[in-house]
């Protein structure tokens, strides 16, 4: 069956521009989580969405939003970057719990803000 | 907030040599994970331990999670060039979400 998609995989942006990164949970996985990872920082968590509804956010700033469309597919979008937004960003997806079914990850959209 | 340490955070070995990693914490965890993550790919999930003084095997793979449940290792028996990458170690932050530790990064050169 078909892994978890991300699109773009790779983004440049400059400074005070905003970008919307794209991912497609496995068929039947309902909760999908975004990740931050940055090799001082690691995997830092940003936010879950479980059938449409955000059920857990990270401590990331208002800048990072998301969402989750009827269909499981998920969005999240950066508003003002800043360099240091400069990171590979990782969506997961899992049948219903992390904690109880493991994640699959997507292979990550690589943001490059200049 | 529960923190999972790692280390070392980085192993460069030769082909054939054993090795284990470790990943502690002060909390305790319902679960343990581990994931490898290869250069340009996500991790990928290898194990889950849940029982206090479990072990599991995975080919030449071999996790073990404490009996008190706040450390884990990794131990890999003769190490391939295949076996390099990013090797993290992730615990529950809540029902639905985890945390993870920032890895142990090992290098198996030929």
């Known amino acids: 069956k078909a892994g978890v998609t991300q699109t773009p995989r790779y983004l440049i942006k400059t400074r005070g521009q905003q970008v919307t990164l794209s991912c497609s949970p496995i068929?039947?996985?309902?909760?999908v989580s975004w990740y931050q990872q940055t090799p001082g920082q690691g995997l830092q968590f940003l936010f879950e969405?479980?059938?449409?509804?955000?059920?857990n956010k990270g401590n990331f700033p208002g800048r990072f939003s998301g969402r989750q469309f009827s269909n499981s597919r998920s969005e999240m979008n950066v508003s003002t970057l800043e360099l240091g937004d400069s990171a590979l960003y990782l969506c997961?997806?899992?049948?219903?719990?992390?904690?109880?079914?493991?994640?699959?990850f997507g292979s990550g959209t690589r943001l490059t803000v200049v | 907030t529960q923190l999972l340490e790692q280390s070392p955070q980085f192993l460069s070995i030769q082909e054939g040599e054993n090795l284990t990693v470790y990943c502690n914490s002060s909390?305790?965890?319902?679960?343990l994970q581990w994931y490898r993550q290869e250069p340009g790919e996500g991790p990928v999930l290898l194990v889950t331990v849940v029982t206090g003084g479990e072990v599991k095997k995975l080919k030449r793979l071999t996790f073990q999670f404490g009996d008190a449940r706040k450390d884990s290792s990794l131990h890999i028996t003769a190490a391939q060039p295949g076996d390099t990458g990013l090797y993290l170690c992730?615990?529950?932050?809540?029902?639905?979400?985890?945390?993870f530790g920032k890895g142990t990064m090992l290098l198996v050169s030929p």
């Open positions: 992730a615990g529950e932050a809540g029902y639905s979400t985890l945390t």
């Open positions: 068929s039947g996985h309902r909760s």
């Open positions: 969405y479980f059938s449409e509804t955000q059920r």
């Open positions: 909390s305790v965890f319902s679960s």
């Open positions: 997961a997806s899992s049948l219903e719990s992390a904690f109880r079914h493991g994640y699959t």
